[in-house]
């Protein structure tokens, strides 16, 4: 065993007692009587902050003071509404990861060793910390050429913590695993894997500098929203260097009282920003809560922070351009089959017994006023609902989901009679004329049929290349029938897929 990481879970663990967040006084009535005592004994030795707040702010709270990994953790477990419920996922969501900056020497020193120049030279002004987090810490300078710029650096000697950090989590993950056999089902160390990997992924720079740059180019595209230029010149594993952003920060509550700012528009703007991201071009901001968003007036976005890219494939969008069209239409057997298709429900369920689940999710959203849905809520009673067929949620999807409630939150904050779905509507429209019309679905179906074909000409192929002793033909005419009879059979899974 080992000892250290022990010690540092023990040390942990009396974080989560002193909070009343290691077994909630909340959750009193449905733990058995033998759990109930002991979480009794372990409340004797609570703190005050053990009365305030929810369980899930009271958690969220103790998780900031426990270090970056503690946080992510939070972060991921606040995706997880279909599990913990949408009140607690909710309170985890709001977790902010900030911490007092480290020495200017200190960043001085690491940049100068990632990109192997003075910072004098490569920064002729460069200013104190403007921001802080668990990770790195962001400094105003100005280029030789007078461009302004923010320089994101990592903390020293912060992948030494992180890994003691995750070794210490792999250990929980494992002792929950071993000690309480109903929770095995929520896979606990692959959970723990999940936080770590993406920890991992956010100690280079490299990957958050290539993800702000494809999301700029993705963003420019329609410019409801925009990134900062990455200054590739000043990019290491350590170091990010961007285009200084002219902006205010939506984490600043006086920022929606600035002269000229239109809050409405700003709150459309971010909903079409994220959908146009996510469905049409299958990449997009993972992490767009205020922290990382300036407004420019009258209705300008700028985000930042892009160590959280979500990715969708083509398939993935294709399947919720089914979900989005069955539940508008109030095609629920349209909703039940595309679920079944994609696999996401076993097979042994009945569809039409989900496409009823679905129908109690869907009903209760018509007939009311648009600024009184919530996609929080609606994506909470699907995963009720699913959860009773045994769905297993996609990663990606989970992001998405994440991401669309965090979305959702900002842009009520902004404007709290927000009407998400008329914001949504030309995204949502031009999605699903591109995704579903009759052209796309003959230019699936050609596809479909030409990969058909190429895998009939392989087969002609490989038989061709086989030695047998046949009587003599004309290869000519052989040919010619074979290229004929693939040309048919593609034909006809063609139309077998458009009559049908």
């Known amino acids: 065993m080992d000892l250290a990481a022990f010690a540092r879970l023990l040390a942990a663990g009396w974080t989560l007692i002193r909070a009343d967040a290691l ?101 002729p002004v460069f200013g104190e910390p403007v921001g802080a987090a668990s990770l790195a810490q962001a400094h105003r300078a100005t280029l030789a050429d007078g461009r302004e710029v923010a320089v994101k650096v990592l903390r020293p000697g912060i992948e030494r913590r992180i890994a003691d950090d995750s070794a210490t989590l792999m250990m929980a993950a494992g002792l ?71 902006g205010l920060p939506l984490s600043d509550p006086a920022t929606l009282e600035a002269p000229g700012l239109d809050r409405k528009a700003v709150a459309d703007n971010l909903i079409r920003a994220f959908l146009a991201q996510a469905l049409d071009h299958g990449v997009f901001h993972a992490d767009l809560h205020e922290g990382n968003l300036f407004v420019v007036p009258p209705s300008g976005i700028v985000a930042v922070d892009f160590g959280i890219v979500g990715r969708l494939s083509p398939e993935t969008r294709r399947y919720l351009a089914e979900i989005l069209y069955g539940f508008l239409t109030r095609d629920y057997a349209r909703v039940s089959k595309a679920h079944f298709d994609a696999g996401y429900v076993p097979a042994h369920h009945d569809p039409d017994a989900f496409a009823q689940a679905l129908r109690a999710v869907g009903e209760p959203v018509f007939g009311r006023a648009a600024s009184e849905l919530s996609m929080g809520r609606l994506l909470s009673l699907l995963f009720e609902i699913t959860a009773l067929f045994d769905m297993r949620l996609r990663p990606e999807l989970v992001l998405l989901q994440k991401t669309m409630v965090t979305v959702e939150g900002v842009a009520r904050r902004l404007w709290p009679d927000h009407d998400l779905w008329a914001a949504a509507d030309p995204v949502v429209r031009r999605w699903i004329a591109r995704e579903l019309s009759p052209v796309a679905r003959m230019k699936d179906f050609a596809e479909e049929g030409l990969r058909a074909l190429k895998a009939i000409a392989r087969m002609v192929e490989d038989d061709a290349t086989r030695p047998v002793v046949v009587a003599p033909v004309r290869e000519s005419s052989g040919m010619t029938w074979l290229a004929a009879g693939a040309l048919i059979a593609g034909l006809a899974f063609v139309l077998a897929r458009l009559l049908g």
């Open 23 to 123: 077994i909630p006084r909340e959750l009193d009535d449905v733990l058995p009587p033998g759990v109930r005592t002991l979480a009794g004994i372990l409340r004797l030795f609570a703190g005050r902050q053990a009365r305030q707040g929810r369980p899930g702010e009271r958690l969220a709270r103790s998780l900031q003071m426990l270090g970056p990994v503690a946080i992510k953790l939070g972060q991921v477990l606040s995706t997880r509404a279909d599990i913990f419920g949408t009140v607690f996922a909710t309170d985890l969501a709001h977790l902010k990861d900030a911490l007092p900056p480290f020495p200017t020497a200190q960043a001085r020193a690491e940049i100068e060793r990632e990109l192997g120049q003075s910072v004098d030279v490569l920064f």
């Open 176 to 246: 929950i695993e071993a000690l309480i056999p109903p929770a095995r089902r929520l896979e606990p160390s692959a959970f723990a894997l999940t936080v770590i990997r993406s920890l991992q992924l956010e100690l280079d720079m490299r990957f958050e500098a290539a993800g702000a740059a494809e999301l700029a180019e993705v963003m420019n595209r329609d410019g409801w929203m925009r990134a900062p230029r990455v200054i590739w010149d000043g990019v290491a594993k350590r170091v990010l260097t961007l285009e200084w952003v002219e």
